[in-house]
């Protein structure tokens, strides 16, 4: 029988000189241990009376559901107890919110997307959760500013789906780890300690439904694809659209694959978030050999300059990101 590595096994492991027992490590304890209680809810779905809108709206505008609220909250209590985070940033709060006074403030900043795919939450669709750390450049409470860092500096990233297994994705910059959720034992275990983006594919997600908003350089690369085999690429592609991005992405991590949410004629910065969506996908997706832009630049160089800020965002094997990012260069 394998040997059986929780999480906390490969936390120790990987950081021998603390045995696990840091504050960095402890804040990914924190945060995973949080995950565990949001997939359950999620599992327990009408049961749990944890389906439809909450009735009120994010700092962005988009509907909150009871889901993203309660993983919100999980989350940012996680965050902010037991001295480990000066900070929270989340998708579902306007502001970074300090650790409350009294307590003692930690090295390090975390960001998040509580419930990612929200849309999908009624129709059982995966949904999951997205996390980025980062060091706090000050000792004592943490302003927006300290968390104006380029993705570069991420100190560990992760996500967790809530699918019909739990996965965990983690890095902390020294490749990606999976992990499965054993519900029984209320432990992540390790499964592959080696997670790698194949660097080509025949498979891409998009939503086609905003084609007649892209721009040229997206219309050419999805042109291309369709064209299959008789095309210029000289061979057939398939296509996946599941509307979450920890789903789409974990299954670009499991076999390869391009996700493209290009900026459009609507939308000039694309959706997905560049702080606690873009940055913890394109750190993972490097850390696996994939590669992640903005169509042009790389995702972690970009000098951040709001928590909420959107950023187009091209992902997965390398050989695709690099094939659209040139049209994007050429054009
Ligand atoms: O509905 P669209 O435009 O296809 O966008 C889907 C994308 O938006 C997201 O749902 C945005 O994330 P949230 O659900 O956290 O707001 C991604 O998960 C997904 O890839
Ligand atoms: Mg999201
Ligand atoms: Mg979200």
Not at 96 to 111: D, E, F, K, N, R
Not at 165 to 175: E, H
């Amino acid at each position: 029988m394998p040997e059986r590595v929780t999480l906390a096994r490969y936390l120790a492991e990987q950081r021998p000189e603390t045995r696990g027992l840091d504050e960095l490590s402890g804040l990914v304890q924190q945060v995973t241990d949080a995950c565990k209680g949001i997939a359950d809810a999620v599992r327990g779905g009408a049961l749990r009376g944890v389906l439809g809108s909450a009735d009120a709206a994010n700092t962005q505008g988009e509907e909150q559901k009871t889901l993203d609220v309660l993983a919100n909250e999980r989350l940012k209590e996680a965050g902010l107890w037991g001295g480990r985070a000066a900070a929270v940033a989340s998708e579902e709060e306007a502001e970074a919110v300090p650790a409350p006074a009294g307590q003692p403030s930690g090295p390090y900043l975390l960001l998040f997307d509580p419930l990612d795919g929200s849309s999908n939450i009624e129709v059982n669709v995966s949904v999951g959760t997205i996390f980025s750390i980062l060091k706090a450049p000050s000792e004592g409470t943490a302003s927006i500013e300290d968390f104006m860092q380029p993705g570069t500096e991420q100190v560990a990233a992760g996500f967790v789906v809530y699918g019909p297994s739990t996965t965990l994705l983690l890095t902390l910059g020294n490749g990606v780890a999976q992990f499965t959720l054993d519900h029984g034992a209320g432990e992540f275990v390790l499964v592959n300690d080696n997670v790698q983006i194949p660097a080509q594919t025949k498979e891409f997600a998009i939503n086609v439904s905003y084609q007649r908003f892209w721009e040229a350089p997206v219309r050419r690369y999805i042109d291309e694809c369709l064209q299959g085999e008789d095309g210029p690429r000289g061979k057939n592609f398939n296509m996946r659209w599941i509307a979450s991005m920890v789903a789409d992405m974990y299954r670009i991590f499991t076999r390869g694959g391009i996700f493209i949410y290009p900026r459009d004629a609507n939308r000039p910065d694309g959706r997905l978030r560049l702080m606690y969506e873009a940055n913890p996908m394109a750190f993972l997706a490097e850390q696996a050999g994939g590669a992640a832009t903005d169509a042009h630049q790389r995702i972690l160089e970009r000098a951040p300059e709001q928590i909420h800020q959107k950023v187009p965002v091209v992902i997965g094997s390398k050989e695709e990101v690099d094939r659209l990012t040139g049209y994007h260069q050429a054009s």
